[in-house]
Nanobody
Framework: VQLQASGGGLVQAGGSLRLPCAAS????????IGWFRQAPGTEREFVAV???????LYADSVKGRFTVSRDNAKNTVYLQMNSLKPEDTATYYC?????????????????????WGQGTQVTVSS
């Protein structure tokens, strides 16, 4: 499966962006799709995940501001980002996991994911 994240850009603090993650090659309806971000000089960090059944998990830093959702008919997962802060500035990546876990906490781990898309840059100005 190929994943493509898009929708990034420059936005003022307090603004919003929606990042689509479009999949091609096969359906992703049975996959958990995670969102990660990486700022220069830092490690890639977990942002959010939506499982095949629609369960979600968020990093504490984005909880209440970001929403992850999926549209299986369009083979696309979305990350809606509201109330953006300068510290949200990073390259955002989506990734697919072939496995299902009993605990959502597994999806926080970068190494659990099998397929990665190219990132999209989000810059939040103060």
């Amino acid at each position: 499966v190929q994943l493509q994240a898009s929708g990034g850009g420059l936005v003022q603090a307090g603004g919003s962006l929606r990042l689509p993650c479009a999949a091609s090659g096969r359906t992703i309806r049975d996959n958990a799709i995670g969102w990660f971000r990486q700022a220069p000089g830092t490690e890639r960090e977990f942002v959010a995940v939506v499982t095949w059944s629609g369960n979600t998990l968020y990093a504490d830093s984005v909880k209440g501001r970001f929403t992850v959702s999926r549209d299986n008919a369009k083979n696309t997962v979305y990350l809606q980002m509201n109330s953006l802060k300068p510290e949200d500035t990073a390259t955002y990546y989506c990734a697919a996991d072939r496995n299902s876990y009993s605990s959502l906490s597994y999806y926080r781990r970068v190494r659990e994911y099998d397929y990665w898309g190219q990132g999209t840059q989000v810059t939040v100005s103060s």
